[in-house]
């Protein structure tokens, strides 16, 4: 079973607030990824990590940073949100950079931006 | 560019089977099967690997057509906890990374 958790579960927020969507893994996996899922639609992968000071863009382009100063820690944050923000943001983990390594998703955080 | 699935909906009745297929315009090292129930995290259901691996769910099973370029996930004798959005995920070749790209996602319903 796999321990990777979010926080917040659900967020509202006014636009133009700094907000950091937390996500921790306590698994020890090397590899980290965020996706942006909008209700009912397919997943899109905004960064991910390869491990420690390591951060890459994904395929959908994003206005949110992230950063990995730990291994079990892979926060991302956006600087002043907007209403085009809200959406449900997913973090993952995987083991290693093996191809038949599972991805591990937390339970997503719910953004809405007023 | 993304996988295509198809169907993009299903109702099934309880204990029909279904299949689900996945689709690229590009060659695939590996695809990925993952479920996700509304409001949930998705949940991995299988691996298949371009030459042949298989790893994953007992009671599910999946084909991966390298020609093709398309993967196929089979339901037999469907239950009501089947009900849910699936999801692949695909690596392209020559892959590296485990850097997935998802499909547009089939929702499945099962009644009783």
């Known amino acids: 079973e796999a321990d990777i958790y979010q926080t917040p579960r659900y967020l509202v927020i006014g636009t133009g607030k700094k907000i950091t969507l937390e996500c921790s893994q306590t698994?020890?996996?090397?590899?980290m990824y965020w996706y942006q899922q909008d209700p009912g639609m397919e997943l899109h992968l905004i960064h991910y990590?390869?491990?420690?000071?390591?951060?890459e863009k994904g395929d959908l382009s994003s206005e949110s940073t992230v950063s990995r100063i730990r291994t079990e820690h892979f926060p991302l944050t956006l600087e002043s949100a907007r209403p085009s923000h809200t959406s449900q943001y997913l973090c993952?983990?995987?083991?290693?950079?093996?191809?038949?390594?599972?991805?591990?998703f937390g339970p997503g955080t719910r953004l809405t931006v007023l | 560019q993304q996988p295509v699935q198809s169907p993009q909906a299903v109702i099934l009745r309880e204990g029909e089977d279904a299949v689900i297929n996945c689709s690229s315009s590009?060659?695939?090292?590996?695809v990925h099967w993952y479920r996700q129930k509304h409001g949930e995290a998705p949940v991995f259901l299988m691996i298949l690997l371009k030459g042949g691996e298989q790893k994953g769910h007992d009671k599910i099973s999946a084909s991966f057509n390298e020609k093709k370029q398309q993967s196929s996930l089979y339901l037999t004798a469907s239950q009501l906890s089947y009900s849910g959005t699936y999801f692949c995920?695909?690596?392209?070749?020559?892959?590296?990374?485990?850097?997935?790209?998802f499909g547009t996602g089939t929702q499945l319903k099962v009644e009783l």
């Open positions: 990590s390869y491990g420690v000071n390591s951060t």
């Open positions: 995920g695909t690596e392209y070749w020559p892959g590296g990374g485990n850097k997935l790209t």
């Open positions: 590009k060659a695939l090292y590996s």
């Open positions: 993952a983990s995987s083991e290693s950079l093996s191809h038949t390594d599972t991805q591990y």
């Open positions: 698994m020890g996996h090397d590899k």
